[in-house]
């Protein structure tokens, strides 16, 4: 997992040829204000979905992995925690892997926990299992990332 601002998001663009592209759109459009929903950057190669759910307790929300994408957290408003764990030491599947979905969910407990406040991005390859959207029960706003990894 990286964290980092979109302010300093120059310093992760060479780790991705799609980095560069993802942050000038978000930094260059104001998504806070725009309508909820998928913003097509590059068909199933890279695109964002725009939403504003509401969060959960830590006891309630499982860790996710995926295979296909990547993807970069970015909170628009409100609070997020994030937990993580390394997916090779997840011990604890709910079911198998679904691969029309791209996600399997864990009940393993995650070792570290982000805060994220607006402004702020995380990203987690498939090798980050993740626990996004815990809180108290508020409704944030955020993109969810989503580029495919070649």
Not at 73 to 80: K, P, S, T
Not at 105 to 117: A, G
Not at 118 to 133: K, M, N, R, S, T
Request: aromatic share 8%; with cysteine; proline share 6%.
């Amino acid at each position: 997992m990286i964290l980092g601002t979109l302010k300093d998001s120059a310093r992760y663009e060479a780790l991705h040829p799609d980095f560069k592209e993802v942050f000038d759109y978000i930094k260059q459009h104001d998504l806070l204000h725009t309508e909820l929903g998928r913003i097509e950057l590059r068909g199933e190669e890279v695109f964002i979905n725009n939403v504003d759910p509401t969060t959960v307790l830590s006891c309630d929300q499982p860790l996710e992995a995926h295979e296909a994408y990547l993807d970069i957290h970015v909170l628009l408003e409100g609070q997020e925690r994030i937990g993580w764990l390394p997916t090779g030491e997840c011990r604890k599947p709910r079911g198998s892997f679904d691969h029309e979905k791209d996600f399997i969910l864990y009940d393993d407990t995650p070792t570290s926990y982000v805060d994220l406040l607006p402004g702020q991005f995380a990203i987690v390859y498939p090798e980050d299992a993740h626990a996004p959207l815990i809180g108290q029960g508020e409704k944030i706003r955020k993109l969810i990332v989503k580029i495919r990894v070649k």
